[in-house]
């Protein structure tokens, strides 16, 4: 079974306790290596804590891109990170996937989001790591199966990303990714 978290985090996912009545069910708290957000005693995530906009031991690259869901913000978005990780990255290749994997993040933010979307970029030289927040709350089934005409910005994101994560409260929503600039590109 593709669960969409790297490393063990998929079976630690799977281990956690049912939430506690009325509370939102955690899809997932998962960061880098050595960092994640606290969970309280029911498996939930609590509102205030959601996972750093920037790993500790990462540089931002640039402010986060604020837009909303109107107009050419996430075209202009793409290209902004783009930008940033070839600053980067040299390999065309490599930035085409994080160009792709940015847009599905986003389309899936103005989709399924409200309010004002952000994007964030942050390196740690060989990494990169890349943020789509938005105002929208959580969706009870994030992977669900492709449908013919959309659905597969995830399942794009698990094939080309070496890390990635959901981070969900009930008035936000992070999707992020890492690409290591020191592998070869993903074939899809």
């Known amino acids: 079974m593709m669960c969409g978290w790297s490393g063990d985090s998929c079976r630690k996912l799977r281990q956690l306790r049912p939430p506690c009545p009325g ?3 955690i899809k997932a708290s998962v ?5 994640s957000a606290q969970m309280n005693d029911c498996g939930t995530l609590p509102e205030t804590s959601v996972v750093n906009a ?4 990462m540089e931002r690259l640039g402010e986060p891109i604020g837009f909303t869901g ?3 913000g996430g075209r202009r978005a793409r290209r902004a990170v783009r930008e940033r990780a070839a600053k980067v990255f ?7 996937d994080v160009e792709l994997m940015t847009a599905e993040g ?5 989709l399924h989001g409200s309010g004002l979307i952000s994007v964030a970029v942050a390196t740690d030289g060989g990494r990169l790591r890349v943020e789509v927040s938005d105002d929208g709350p959580a969706r009870s089934d994030p992977g669900g199966p492709p449908r013919l005409d959309h659905g597969r910005g995830l399942t794009v994101i698990d094939a080309l990303a070496d890390e990635w994560g959901l981070d969900q409260t009930p008035h936000r929503t992070r999707l992020w990714f890492v690409i290591d600039g020191r592998r070869p590109p993903a074939a899809v």
């Open 106 to 110: 986003v389309a899936n933010a103005i």
């Open 31 to 35: 960061a880098l290596p050595g960092h």
């Open 23 to 25: 509370k939102p069910k």
């Open 54 to 57: 920037v790993t500790e031991g």
């Open 90 to 96: 040299a390999d065309e290749a490599l930035l085409d």
């Open 70 to 72: 109107e107009g050419d």
